[in-house]
């Protein structure tokens, strides 16, 4: 009797899974298979581990990167096996595999990062390149021109294992994450419940005696550590950044421009999931505990 082989992406599938790389079917467009009728709308509640979680226990391949798994039954289940016929590629969590995809997706880009990241393994996409990081964190998309975040609560397609050595995730990636600010295309009002925040520059710190790039260094690595609490601790990570940050300025004349320090700390971890008033005590408080405000 002839033994069928499986599926060429389902063979991948099961390469990766023995890695403990979480895989799911993509459809040709590289988009995740349709939801089944009783999951259509999220009206099932959702997989656990997603952003809301729910009761959901459907058996086919739904919600995206939340169905990914590393379970062969599963992958040779009836309930995923039509979409494996279906399917025009592999995707796979990167956040359940421990990593965090710096989706590149045009060669500005890729010139950007190799220019301002440390280098990884990267792999080749159709526009551009992936660089892949150990580590995770959120996945917020268009985090500057032609790049996106791909880690927790996200997909990515499955190109091929790259080339070069896996770096740790670098705060200056986990920076990437924090936005003050997202206005529509349009130009009319923003995107977010937040009001538009402005940022830290020169301008407002004629009293401080620190280069203005000691300050945003030092800002970009407070902030990396707050959005690095994607389950807890922003709050009080926020706290000790803010109380951090202020007690550098203790011996400067002033005014130092905490305020709109404060402000990008805030964003930060509003990003990750803290309520702004939280937030904002927080930060706060750091500043009182440091002995200024200024």
């Not at 998309?141 to 996106?148: L, Y």
């Not at 091929?160 to 770096?167: F, I, K, S, W």
Request: glycine letters at 12%.
């Amino acid at each position: 009797m002839t033994q069928h082989l499986p599926p060429a992406h389902l063979r991948v599938a099961f390469a990766l899974a023995r890695r403990s790389v979480p895989v799911l079917p993509l459809r040709a467009d590289k988009g995740p298979m349709g939801n089944c009728p009783g999951c259509r709308d999220n009206t099932c509640g959702g997989r656990p581990g997603m952003k809301v979680p729910g009761p959901c226990l459907c058996p086919a391949p739904c919600h995206a990167w939340a169905a990914a798994t590393t379970d062969p039954d599963v992958l040779t289940s009836v309930a995923w096996r039509s979409a494996w016929r279906q399917a025009g590629a592999v995707g796979y969590h990167p956040g359940g595999a421990g990593v965090t995809v710096v989706d590149l997706d045009n060669q500005a880009a890729v010139t950007w990062a190799r220019e301002n990241l440390p280098p990884t393994r990267t792999v080749a996409t159709t526009r551009g390149q992936h660089w892949i990081y150990r580590g995770t964190m959120t996945s917020p998309n268009g985090v500057r021109p032609g790049v996106d975040i791909k880690s927790l609560m996200a997909y990515a397609r499955w190109l091929g294992a790259g080339t070069g050595t896996t770096a740790l995730l670098p705060d200056a990636v986990r920076a990437l994450a924090v936005k003050e600010e997202a206005t529509p295309s349009s130009g009319v009002g923003v995107a977010s419940s937040s009001p538009v925040r402005a940022t830290w520059d020169r301008s407002v710190a004629t009293g401080c005696r620190h280069t203005a790039g000691y300050v945003r260094t030092a800002l970009a690595h407070g902030l990396a550590r707050v959005t690095a609490c994607v389950e807890s601790g922003a709050g009080s990570q926020a706290f000790a950044v803010a109380r951090f940050l202020a007690a550098q300025h203790t011996g400067c004349p002033g005014p130092c421009g905490l305020t709109l320090l404060g402000q990008q700390i805030t964003a930060a971890a509003v990003s990750v999931g803290v309520p702004e008033p939280y937030a904002e005590r927080a930060v706060t408080r750091g500043f009182v505990a440091a002995g200024t405000v200024s």
